[in-house]
Nanobody, 127 residues
Framework: QLQASGGGLVQAGGSLRLSCAAS????????MAWFRQAPGKEREFVQA????????YYANSVKGRFTISRDNAKNMMYLQMNSLKPEDTAVYYC??????????????????????WGRGTLVTVSS
C-alpha cells in the first residue's frame, strides 16, 4: 500500500517536498515513480528511481527542478520540487513496479508498468 502526502498550494518559484510511504517489508524490491495528472489531461510520468536508488530518471519538463529519492530502510520515497511553475499543478501519484524499470524508457514512463498506486496528493502552483 502506498500513501502520498505533502501537496499543497504554493506560489510560482516556490518549493514542495512530496513523500510516499509504503507498507510491507519488500519496498526495496520495487522500482518507484512519481506520475501526475492535471485536470482534463492524461497521467504523465514525472520521475522514477531504481530499486536501489542508484539510478534516477526524469521527464524533460522537470529536469533540473525536481529530485527523486528513496530511503529503503524507512520504506519512503520523496520528490523534492523546486522552482515550481503553474503548469506543475496536478495530482501527484506515487507508484511501484514489480518489474525492472531500468532497461527501457517506454517501460518506466508507462503507467501500466506499475502494479501499485497511492491515492495522490494535490499540488497547486499559483502564478
Amino acid at each position: 500500500q502506498l500513501q502520498a502526502s505533502g501537496g499543497g498550494l504554493v506560489q510560482a518559484g516556490g518549493s514542495l517536498r512530496l513523500s510516499c510511504a509504503a507498507s510491507g517489508d519488500t519496498f526495496s524490491r520495487y522500482g518507484m515513480a512519481w506520475f501526475r495528472q492535471a485536470p482534463g489531461k492524461e497521467r504523465e510520468f514525472v520521475q522514477a528511481i531504481s530499486r536501489s536508488g542508484v539510478n534516477t530518471y526524469y521527464a524533460n519538463s522537470v529536469k533540473g527542478r525536481f529530485t527523486i529519492s528513496r530511503d529503503n530502510a524507512k520504506n519512503m520515497m520523496y520528490l523534492q520540487m523546486n522552482s515550481l511553475k503553474p503548469e506543475d499543478t496536478a495530482v501527484y501519484y506515487c507508484a511501484a513496479a514489480e518489474r525492472t524499470i531500468d532497461l527501457s524508457l517506454l517501460v518506466r514512463t508507462t503507467p501500466n508498468t506499475y502494479n501499485y498506486w497511492g491515492r495522490g496528493t494535490l499540488v497547486t502552483v499559483s502564478s
